[in-house]
């Protein structure tokens, strides 16, 4: 029986590129409207689509728009999902939610995987992805998007998760559901606004060729699901590890304090830290998104190239 078809449309950047089997990365926008404020999120956005494009390689941010999925958002669409925080935050529980009523809704790491998958896009890039919370031993928040990792292939970019997280807890959370998680160019995990972790990597690749390889060889194999890359940011954008960690301990306090809960955790303790940083916790996530697309655009050149 054929699938009923739902609402799904593509920017034409994204329609003529996937045509021309031009190499595409997928974008994420929950961190657009949930995880940075009105303006700098639409200068973060618009600034992320064009590191892609200075590659050679097509931007796809995606997001549900009155109940369509779109794969690639035209600018005034962009501009206005920007605009609007207070749309849904839909992962894979409720993407088909917000697409059946005709609702507005920025979508997770693991909704974006879905859409990607659904476009034929392979490679996608974001800041940082949900993981294991701390205390989730008692509280159960561990995020969708480790499953999405087991089960939809698509490598995502990122710059390793943040210390609001359980960093050792999500590391083997994805270690026993089979994701790969390789850091670029170091032995550390990186831990979003600061290069080190104090984790070794699982694995270590330095050649985004040799990413594209890997993740090909596990598609001949047989081997289903996603690819965690773990990109370190830019040491001149860098926020250092200990003096993160006192903010992050004190927005985790507040939130425990606040009785934040559910799928407010997150955003919450992103606002939380923006605040005490003054804005610049800010500048190193736009700066550390950028340079993720910036492998992520390299990653998806390779892919593409045959042989690979
Ligand atoms: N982590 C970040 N920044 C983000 C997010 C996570 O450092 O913006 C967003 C991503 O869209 C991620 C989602 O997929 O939050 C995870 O939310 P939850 O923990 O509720 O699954
Ligand atoms: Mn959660």
Redesign the pocket.
């Known amino acids: 029986m054929n699938k009923p078809p739902f609402p799904l449309s593509y920017s034409d950047e994204v329609r003529a590129a996937l045509d021309a089997g031009k190499p595409v990365v997928a974008l994420e926008s929950t961190i657009i409207t949930h995880g940075m404020p009105w303006p700098g999120n639409l200068e973060m956005a618009r600034g992320v689509e064009d590191v892609v494009r200075s590659q050679g390689t097509v931007p796809a941010t995606i997001a549900v728009i009155d109940g369509t999925l779109n794969i690639g958002l035209e600018d005034a669409a962009l501009e206005a999902l920007a605009r609007t925080p207070d749309a849904l935050k839909v992962s894979r529980a409720d993407l088909a939610f917000a697409v059946a009523m005709g609702r507005t809704g920025a979508t997770t790491v693991a909704a974006t995987m879905i859409a990607a998958q659904i476009a034929g896009i392979r490679v996608f890039a974001t800041g940082g992805i949900?993981g294991v919370?701390h205390g989730a031993e008692t509280d159960f928040?561990?995020?969708?998007d480790l499953d999405e990792l087991a089960r939809t292939s698509v490598i995502v970019v990122c710059a390793g998760a943040k210390a609001i997280l359980d960093i050792p807890k999500t590391l083997e959370v994805l270690e026993t559901k089979g994701v790969p998680v390789v850091t670029f160019g170091a032995d550390e995990l990186p831990a979003f606004w600061s290069r080190r972790s104090g984790l070794e990597s699982p694995l270590r690749l330095d050649d985004p060729a040799d990413i594209a390889r890997f993740q090909n060889t596990r598609a001949a194999m047989d081997i289903s699901g996603g690819m965690l890359v773990a990109n370190p940011v830019p040491q001149e954008d860098e926020i250092p590890r200990e003096e993160m960690d006192i903010y992050i301990r004190r927005a985790l306090d507040k939130a425990a304090d606040d009785g934040i809960s559910?799928?407010s955790?997150?955003p919450f303790l992103l606002a939380e830290i923006l605040a005490m940083t003054d804005g610049r916790s800010l500048e190193t996530n736009i700066a550390l998104v950028r340079n993720n697309a910036l492998m992520a655009a390299r990653i998806a050149a390779a892919l593409n190239e045959k042989g690979a």
């Open positions: 949900g919370h928040d561990i995020s969708a559910g799928k955790v997150t």
